[in-house]
């Protein structure tokens, strides 16, 4: 081929990512036990589609190795190969083998060393392939393109597309799948004439015709295979079509097409560089900005005409943000799926029997968040399978069932999103900690008891870890520091809950966004403070009846409960007169997992959407502030990280 | 001979003069943010433009008994690959300055470091400046 295809690796790789998550959950499914046919079918057309795109993109080792899997999953598939323990780890070791080829391109003519190893230990299980003369005739269509081996594939329900490709057409055959795979995001592709086998392997550009179940209409369908390139004509033959047919065949693909499905969904969006979401996120912010000053300024010039399109102005303005912000949610499945696999492995290599519970998946959070806080559940992940669930004999003997259960959940609270991780595990053993403390001395000699958030503190701190024996998976304790040291970057906090002998539950609380937040405005002073929502649970007057004084120290008395007192004059060092309550001040009752606190402030300015930016900290400045704001009136104001004033008292 | 471009400024009743290249621009001083539990002589946060630079006062560093009082512009320079402004009272001009005219430069330092030499400028060389290394001021002010 004379043309670079490295332009379209980038689009290989990803929609091969997508059946490499497809493959992993299927392999999940199969070792749970129960239908063996479903998983089966899935892993097998995700197979075929990984073979079909390498062998196209010219990754022939790939494209090969995909073979040898599809023909294993054949025998199986077929009832002459046994699903046997060692076997599913073959499968297993062969998806890894064939992400880490793929995340590496391998255009090369050879196989990775973990492919050959992979090969070799899914030949010794199951033997060889017994068509393996890949890449000749065209293998036997399979999964979703079996259908086609009807008298004529194009006669049955649906619409026909024809397709001529540009005379000049450079890869034509790339070209030809690519039009394929845009029209499979609309629908089901019910048959390809030529057969898609014979259409990849076209040097030449070539006419082809599908047929499509699908409800989009013939520009939609029309546009999808003119995006793929090189086309020179396309028709859209919508007599098969009528209303009824159509509607009833993609009720039937939702129920049967998982895979189909999730890569329509996925398919349907347009990808977009990251950078440039930030970018116009950062223009939004900056109109905001805008915005209010043009704001006070139509206020002390009274005109109605220009009232008007100001207010107009603002309020596009807003509708605008929200759709940005909206653009930048994705569903935590995005990262949530590959956990699976990360626990089966960890807890196979440690010996532990562990259900696994993912709950939440379609909570949405901005992308940047979502990236960031990966890597910190990793870490909670690995902690609650080495340390917290322990072997299946003490579970037993604690009268507990085998299998410990490892719970991640997502769930909006108000403006967070809260991100735990919980185990029925052995609990934190507090004296274990305590001694280790008292040891390093973190703690006072006499102390002897901790409260969750105390114990939280001292295990974040790095080297003290209470494993029994340090495992390669979790480390010597360094992953809750990470843990707190990233959330706390990303303006928010950690809490912790644990119980001897019943479990520990971790759990993560986020803004739904970083780039803008609503926050609350405060005064003190001549200087305003911004207090994210995120951790702020109410606000109220300052009034002699709630403030009374404990041993001198001036409290909060709300409801049933008697809450600390802290003054913001106090908290950011300003030199006006020490605690002053009294009338016209309020308070902002501030709170981090059971921990509640009153803030007072002089005054509530209000609430406002404010675009957070981060500041280059000067030294000895308070680690308080989460990054800061600038205001209507331009001026900068910093942003309160509220969980961290929890951290003095 | 080696000639280097000096930005000269005046700060509480001194000519100070530091390396061209390091700056970027100057604007009009204009209320800062305080940062609880800085240094004194780091004055805040400013608004350039949408972006957040802190910004120390050279007045308070020389521990002029007037503050900041006189600070009228500020230089925003780059070093150490952050930007940040340095409040002075009066930027004066641009001015070239050969070896010859360089005085300690980099042998002794005063102020803490800050200053870093002297250099003789002017008609005739008759004034003398005192040269601020821009690079300490960072690695002084802000957590790098």
């Not at chain 1, 406002?608 to 308070?622: C, E, N, P």
């Not at chain 2, 700060?11 to 940062?35: F, K, N, S």
Request: hydrophobic share 45%; aromatic share 4%; charged share 25%.
């Amino acid at each position: 081929m004379s043309l670079d295809p490295s332009r379209y690796a980038e689009l290989f790789r990803t929609e091969s990512r997508e059946q490499l998550s497809a493959i992993n959950r299927a392999l999940l499914l199969l070792e749970q036990g129960g239908d063996a046919a479903e998983p089966i079918s899935v892993l097998f057309r995700a197979m075929h589609t990984v073979k079909g795109m390498s062998a196209t993109m010219g990754y022939h080792a790939v494209a090969e190795f995909a073979h040898e899997l599809e023909s294993v999953l054949d025998r199986v598939r077929r009832g002459d190969q046994l699903l046997a323990p060692d076997l599913m780890d073959a499968l297993f070791a062969s998806a890894d083998a064939l992400e880490t080829a793929i995340d590496e391109g391998s255009e090369q003519a050879g196989q990775t060393p973990a492919m050959v190893a992979a090969l070799q230990r899914l030949r010794d299980v199951a033997g060889g392939s017994s068509t393996s003369e890949f890449p000749g005739a065209p293998t036997k269509e399979t999964g979703a393109l079996v259908e086609v081996a009807v008298a004529d594939p194009l006669d049955g329900p649906g619409v026909i597309v024809r397709v001529r490709q540009a005379a000049d057409a450079m890869l034509p055959g790339v070209r030809a799948f690519m039009a394929v795979q845009r029209v499979r995001a609309l629908g089901e592709v019910a048959a390809v004439n030529p057969s898609l086998d014979a259409l990849q392997a076209s040097a030449v550009p070539i006419s082809f015709a599908m047929r499509v179940v699908t409800t989009a209409s013939v520009d939609e369908i029309e546009h999808a295979v003119r995006s793929a390139g090189d086309v020179a004509f396309v028709e859209v033959d919508v007599s098969g079509r009528t209303r009824r047919e159509s509607r009833s065949t993609i009720a039937v693909v939702a129920e049967g097409e998982e895979v189909t499905r999730a890569s329509a969904r996925s398919t349907r969006h347009v990808r977009i560089d990251l950078a440039r979401l930030d970018a116009l996120m950062n223009l939004i912010g900056e109109l905001v900005i805008t915005r209010g000053r043009l704001l006070q300024l139509t206020a002390s010039n009274p005109d109605p005409a220009l009232d008007e399109s100001m207010q107009m102005a603002a309020r596009l303005v807003s509708d605008l943000q929200t759709e940005i912000m909206t653009m930048r949610m994705v569903p935590v499945w995005q990262v949530f799926d590959r956990f699976p696999r990360l626990v089966r492995d960890s807890a196979r290599a440690l010996n532990k029997d562990v259900t696994f519970v993912v709950e939440g998946k379609e909570i949405e959070l901005d992308r940047s968040l979502l990236d960031e806080i990966g890597e910190p559940i990793v870490h909670l992940l690995r902690n609650a399978i080495g340390h917290g669930i322990e072997s299946p004999a003490e579970r037993a003997a604690a009268g507990k069932p085998r299998a410990g259960r490892l719970v991640l959940s997502a769930a909006r609270d108000r403006a967070a999103v809260l991100i735990r991780v919980s185990d029925d595990g052995r609990g934190i053993d507090r004296p274990r900690v305590l001694a280790r403390a008292r040891a390093l001395g973190l703690v006072d000699e006499g102390t002897r008891e901790v409260d969750d958030d105390a114990l939280f503190r001292l295990i974040a701190r790095p080297g003290l870890s209470t494993a029994e024996q340090v495992s390669d998976l979790s480390g010597r304790g360094v992953g809750i520091d990470a843990v707190q040291v990233k959330t706390r970057a990303l303006g928010g906090s950690v809490e912790l809950k644990t119980v001897a002998g019943e479990g520990t539950t971790i759990t993560i609380r986020l803004p739904i966004t970083l780039a803008i937040v609503r926050a609350l405005l405060a005064r003190s002073g001549t200087e305003r403070y911004a207090l994210p929502l995120t951790h702020v649970r109410e606000t109220l007057e300052y009034d002699r009846d709630v403030v009374q004084h404990v041993k001198g120290k001036p409290v909060l008395v709300l409801r049933d409960e008697v809450l600390p007192l802290l003054d913001l004059r106090d908290v950011v060092r300003q030199r006006a007169a020490p605690f002053a309550g009294g009338p016209n001040r309020e308070i902002v009752v501030i709170e981090r997992g059971d921990r509640k606190s009153g803030l007072v402030v002089d005054e509530l300015i209000g609430q406002q959407d404010i675009v957070v930016k981060q500041f280059d900290a000067a030294r000895d400045g308070l680690a308080l502030f989460s990054g800061a704001t600038i205001l209507a009136d331009g001026a900068p104001a910093l942003i309160m990280d509220v969980g961290s004033l929890f951290e003095g008292t | 001979m080696q000639v280097r471009r000096f930005l000269l400024f005046g700060v509480a009743g001194r000519l100070c003069a530091c390396d061209l290249d390091a700056v970027r621009e100057i604007v009009p001083a204009r209320a800062a943010t305080r940062l609880p539990g800085a240094p004194e002589w780091v004055r805040g946060l400013i608004n350039l433009r949408g972006t957040l630079v802190t910004v120390v006062d050279l007045a308070v560093r020389f521990g002029s008994a007037d503050g900041a009082a006189g600070t009228r512009s500020i230089i925003v320079a780059e070093a150490a690959g952050k930007t940040f402004g340095i409040g002075v009272d009066e930027v004066r001009n641009v001015q070239s300055v050969a070896e010859d005219a360089l005085e300690g430069v980099d042998a002794q330092r005063a102020a803490g470091g800050i200053i870093r030499g002297l250099a003789h400028v002017g008609i005739a060389r008759a004034e003398t400046a005192l040269v601020v290394d821009v690079a300490e001021i960072v690695r002084q002010a802000l957590v790098l």
